[in-house]
C-alpha cells in the first residue's frame, strides 16, 4: 500500500510541475505578444506624427481649409527608418536630400493651400 501511495505522491507532483511549466509557457507568450503589440504602436505612432509634421510643415501650421496641391509625402521623408514604417525603398544612397543638409524636401515640396 505504501507503494500505491508514493506512486499517487509522485504523480501530484509531476501534475503541480506540468501546472507550473504550462502557466511559465503562458507568460512567455503573453509577454512576446505585449512586446509586439507595443512595437505596433509605437511604429504607428511615428507614422502619424510623420503624416502631421509633413501637413504643418506643408501648411505653416494654418491647416484650417487646407488642399492637397500635388505635395509628394513619399518625397518628404528623408530617413530610411522613417521610409520603412510606411513600406517605402530607402532614400536614394548619393548623399542628397539627407537630413540636416541645406537640401531640405520640407522647402522642395510643393505647398498645400489654404483656403482663407
Request: charged share 30%; glycine share 8%.
Amino acid at each position: 500500500m505504501s507503494s500505491l501511495l508514493r506512486a499517487q505522491e509522485k504523480v501530484d507532483e509531476l501534475a503541480k510541475k506540468l501546472s507550473q511549466a504550462k502557466a511559465l509557457e503562458q507568460a512567455i507568450r503573453a509577454r512576446d505578444r505585449s512586446k509586439t503589440n507595443k512595437a505596433e504602436r509605437a511604429a504607428d505612432t511615428r507614422r502619424k506624427v510623420l503624416v502631421g509634421a509633413f501637413v504643418m510643415a506643408q501648411t505653416g501650421g494654418k491647416v484650417s481649409g487646407m488642399t492637397l496641391q500635388g505635395a509628394k509625402f513619399t518625397d518628404y521623408l528623408t530617413r530610411d527608418s522613417d521610409r520603412a514604417l510606411f513600406g517605402l525603398a530607402p532614400s536614394a544612397p548619393d548623399g542628397a536630400d539627407q537630413p540636416g543638409e541645406a537640401s531640405d524636401l520640407h522647402s522642395k515640396a510643393p505647398h498645400l493651400g489654404n483656403s482663407d
